[in-house]
């Protein structure tokens, strides 16, 4: 019996709403979970893989036109438009309720309407939140499951407290009648016509980041797009940095990153706390402390192989769901492009056609059997260097922040910042070349700050002042860089070797962090003497080749100044004062 009243009213408005024919309660059993695969087996929603090969794995295809994150399609709802816009879409609240109500009117007709109880962060930890899911979508109920925590336990832990309302169809996935609203003001989203990922999983980006930052700027914490990791080093210290890239820019990888061998060999290694968000708030000792609220990962399969991301490979081997991949008919396996040098012979691709390897141009993205933007949904339990500390309840103290883009040219290798404030300004003005992981156009350049442009649930510039809020609550701030692992030379090939050689880099920063090297200023920072970046048993790299990756061309600033500029200026007069002095300052550092 559920006594929560809210959640009652919850439901029986949902269900006098979307006239679902049945109500089933994701209760979390591994018996009601397998019920359900064999269902979206049976229905044709997943493919289940080769049980030996890729134990407890299934595939799953989305419809072509709805494959990614929708932007545009995506708004947040206030009482007034400067509350949210100018970077959100913004839709006044009554007017969105009444047309969500419209479109989700007896939507559910002939369908289920499941019911799952989920909760960020470990179940019952004080720092925790729940939300409630109702969807008609056994593929979100699957992804649900591995992504957060779901079910008895947590409505047990809910009890009669408050929790996060969400409201989701696929409808008819229709992209004209598709919207993914939030509410912050009433804890609520709504959620119709798609069935893909970041717009349905409503625990990820809707309420983990979107929500949850409205409710952070109230509450005095943050959500924010970053990866947690853990260095641990000879001595067996283990220090945690967290680091913000726009999506499909490298957290994953940065995540679960395996040193190289040089560092391992000095004895040492790395651990993955959170590859996508993190919640941060101050600890009583005055530092930073920061929890992954998930409980798996949504990764991007592309590019995932062997050498540059064994772990994520090996956390996908069982109990994961993949979408929009290659399927391999000949022995029920998965394919996707980077994956190996073997592409399957007898295949479909991710549209479910018969797939031609032989006909696959690396230029001509329609020939790729794997969609660009096709993920994996693996527990977190699979990953082989997950941190002893993923469910500690207070997090982990954060020594260092990383913010970091995909720019082919202006930002170098990693800079350090100067102090809070202009830690806070260079997130502001990240900018990052567009990707797959969001419909619309790849590979053009937008600032993006703090890789949270598509997640901050209000205003952009009220955004950038809880930043510069926090940093005087912070006793012991830790420092903050900007790094860039995508430069390029006049080929356009990556100059910097990237992935787990990026220790490199971190190891650079974490010893900045404790005082124990030196840097060189420059007009946006500090950045490192090129001999402090070990390139040891690196082939292609040496001194010369990071002096060039750790240019500071005054030109190129000085454009990107104009361009800050413009941007503060469209964001509208919210800009902290703060921000307009760093400004202010690199403007003066670049004459
Ligand atoms: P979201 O899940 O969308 O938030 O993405 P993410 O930030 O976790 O990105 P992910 O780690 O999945 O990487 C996305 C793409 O960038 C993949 O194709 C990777 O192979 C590539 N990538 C990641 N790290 C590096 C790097 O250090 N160098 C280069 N050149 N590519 C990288
Ligand atoms: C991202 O786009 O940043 C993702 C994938 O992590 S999604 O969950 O679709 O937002
Ligand atoms: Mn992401």
């Not at 939140?129 to 947590?154: F, H, P, Q």
């Not at 109990?319 to 190996?340: A, K, R, S, Y």
């Amino acid at each position: 019996m559920i006594t929560n009243k809210k959640l009652n009213d919850f439901i029986e408005e949902a269900k006098a709403l979307c006239q679902p024919d049945s109500i089933v309660w994701i209760d979390g059993s591994e018996e009601q979970l397998n019920e359900l695969r064999q269902q979206a087996v049976d229905q044709k929603i997943l493919i289940r893989l080769n049980q030996e090969k890729l134990p407890g794995c299934y595939l799953h295809r989305t419809t072509v036109n709805d494959v990614a994150r929708v932007e545009g399609r995506t708004f947040i709802c206030s009482k007034n438009k400067e509350d949210s816009a100018p970077i959100n879409n913004w839709m006044e609240t009554t007017e969105a309720y009444k047309l969500l109500n419209g479109l989700f009117k007896g939507v559910m007709k002939g369908r289920t309407m499941y019911v799952i109880p989920y909760s960020m962060g470990a179940v019952g930890s004080k720092f925790s939140k729940i939300g409630i899911e109702l969807t008609d979508s056994i593929y979100v109920v699957l992804n649900m499951a591995i992504m957060t925590r779901v079910g008895n336990k947590v409505l047990e832990a809910l009890g009669d407290g408050d929790f996060v309302k969400g409201l989701h169809s696929y409808a008819e996935l229709s992209e004209e009648k598709r919207y993914i609203c939030h509410f912050p003001e009433d804890n609520t989203i709504m959620s119709i016509n798609s069935n893909y990922g970041g717009n349905v999983l409503l625990g990820k980006k809707c309420f983990a980041l979107r929500i949850a930052s409205y409710l952070g700027k109230t509450e005095g914490w943050m959500a924010e797009h970053m990866l947690i990791l853990g260095i641990q080093n000879p001595k067996g210290e283990i220090k945690y940095v967290a680091a913000a890239f726009p999506s499909a820019c490298g957290k994953t990888n940065l995540a679960m990153i395996i040193p190289p061998e040089i560092y391992k060999k000095k004895g040492y290694k790395c651990w993955c706390v959170g590859d996508d968000i993190a919640w941060i708030r101050v600890g009583e000792d005055g530092r930073l402390w920061a929890v992954n609220p998930e409980n798996g990962f949504f990764g991007v399969a592309p590019g995932t192989n062997e050498k540059s991301n064994p772990n994520a490979l090996h956390t996908t081997m069982k109990n994961t769901i993949f979408t929009n991949v290659v399927e391999n008919l000949d022995d029920e396996t998965v394919w996707w492009e980077g994956l190996d040098n073997n592409p399957p012979k007898n295949a479909l691709n991710w549209r479910g056609e018969k797939w031609d390897y032989t006909k696959y141009d690396k230029k001509d993205k329609s020939t790729c059997g794997a969609h660009p933007n096709s993920r994996f949904t693996a527990p977190t339990v699979n990953c082989p260097c997950l941190s002893d500390q993923f469910e500690a309840p207070n997090g982990v103290p954060l020594s260092a922040i990383i913010f970091g883009g995909r720019r082919a040219k202006t930002a170098p290798l990693v800079y350090e910042s100067r102090d809070w404030n202009n830690g806070v300004f260079v997130g502001s003005i990240m900018a990052s070349e567009t990707t797959a992981a969001a419909t619309g156009a790849v590979g053009v350049v937008r600032r993006d700050p703090m890789a949270m442009r598509p997640f901050v649930g209000y205003n952009m510039g009220d955004y950038f002042k809880h930043w510069i809020e926090m940093g005087t609550k912070i006793k012991h701030q830790p420092k903050i860089f900007n790094v860039n692992w995508f430069r390029t030379d006049d080929n356009g090939n990556f100059i910097w070797p990237g992935f787990g050689d990026n220790l490199r880099v971190i190891d650079w920063i974490l010893k900045r962090c404790e005082d124990k090297v030196d840097a060189v200023e420059t007009p946006i920072g500090f950045v490192p003497k090129a001999e402090d970046i070990c390139v040891e048993g690196l082939a292609d790299v040496n001194t010369d080749t990071i002096k060039e990756l750790l240019k500071v061309d005054k030109a190129n600033w000085q454009e990107e100044a104009k361009g800050i500029e413009q941007f503060y200026g469209e964001l509208g007069e919210r800009v902290p004062k703060e921000l307009y002095d760093e400004l202010a300052k690199l403007n003066k550092n670049l004459q």
